[in-house]
């Protein structure tokens, strides 16, 4: 297999495993108004993602990186087009890593109420955007001869790029709410387990509608595959957590995304985005790749360290994987709101 398929196959591993992770901290963050319902419930809700979410945002670290050290040209043509939407991700991301560095360091119900609509809002942004850049990746965006983006922000907001989007924010709320009732007990894994039916409902409607419409217009005839996977175990994913069996509730939530992201990729190959203007305009696995030589040295730094990530990750995993409680979470320890 030629080393620019190798790269565009871990490219799409990165981003599905980025997706799966970071799925269901942005889930958890996304309900924190709807399930907390007073400081130590949102304090439950946010103890369970506080060790792993920044080590789960890694994997979007290393496919950017990969995709700019691997194809250059679709790094690029990505970041110059979607400039705005990848512009108000990342200042989302940020505002939502300040808001869980200090929310618990001044002891004010003001305070950690405004950090708190920080933390929703930095969660529910990511989920919607990332949709829509997918959707518009898939679909493909006009780029003239050289490869560069000609369109404008508005060009991006199509019904496919925005369906795409209502996809990945009902799926990854979902999924947060499914990885609550996993993580939690008492008052709040109750109330989960319970917004798991009408949140799941709604992903299935979303997401069936965009994996047929993705496979009509884009997709291989190996897709369907992938599409049959991701919508038996979404559907699983739902039918389990209406029976309380939250640890197959979570793994059919996660299957379904993992078969959702390979079901993008496959509709995209060869190509990596593709332009609506002309075909031959479109970057592909070829025209977008570095050279060889920077292809090879990727692929054994990738070797030697990648599984020494992987196992620091699963470690983490491992030693937070206890439920949590009313009854584990300690007394404030902010400073008075006066000494602010």
């Known amino acids: 297999m030629p080393l620019t398929d190798i790269w565009f196959l871990l490219i799409a591993v990165l981003w599905t495993g980025y997706f799966v992770l970071e799925g269901f901290d942005f889930g958890v963050g996304m309900l924190l108004g709807v399930l907390g319902k007073d400081n130590t419930d949102r304090r439950v809700m946010i103890n369970t993602i506080g060790p792993v979410w920044d080590g789960n945002e890694v994997w979007l670290l290393v496919a950017g990186g990969a995709t700019f050290a691997a194809f250059p040209l679709w790094y690029a043509s990505l970041f110059s087009g979607f400039y705005l939407p ?26 950690r ?29 006009p780029l003239d001869a050289e490869h560069h983006f000609t369109g404008t922000f508005f060009t991006l907001l199509n019904p496919y790029a925005l369906l795409a989007g209502l996809t990945t924010l009902s799926v990854f709320a979902l999924h947060g709410a499914v990885f609550l009732a996993l993580k939690t007990t008492g008052a709040v894994r109750l109330r ?16 069936g509608t965009f994996l047929v419409w993705t496979q009509l217009a884009h997709g291989a ?38 078969a959702t992201t390979v079901s993008l990729f496959g509709s995209l190959y060869p190509e990596v985005l593709p332009s609506t203007s002309a075909a031959a305009n479109s970057l592909t ?25 992987l196992a620091y990750q699963g470690w983490t995993y491992w030693v937070f994987r206890k439920r949590i409680g009313r009854g584990t979470i300690p007394a404030a320890q902010g400073l008075p709101a006066g000494e602010a």
Do not use: H, Q
């Open 86 to 111: 990848l512009l108000i991700i990342l200042v989302a991301l940020i505002l939502r890593g300040v808001a869980f560095e200090f929310r618990g360091k001044i002891d004010s119900v003001r305070w």
């Open 113 to 141: 109420r405004n950090w708190d609509r920080a933390i929703i809002a930095g969660s529910l942004v990511p989920a919607l955007l990332w949709g829509v850049a997918f959707g518009n990746i898939v679909r493909g965006v």
């Open 192 to 207: 989960a387990a319970a917004l798991t039916w009408p949140l799941g409902l709604l992903a299935v409607v979303l997401a």
């Open 221 to 258: 005839g190996w897709t369907w595959f992938a599409v049959a996977v991701a919508a038996c175990a979404l559907l699983g994913g739902v039918l389990a957590a209406r029976a309380d069996r939250e640890g197959w509730a979570f793994t059919g939530t996660a299957v379904a995304i993992v």
């Open 285 to 309: 696995t070829t025209n977008a790749a570095s050279t060889p030589y920077t292809l090879e040295i990727m692929t054994w730094v990738a070797v030697v360290f990648t599984p020494v990530v």
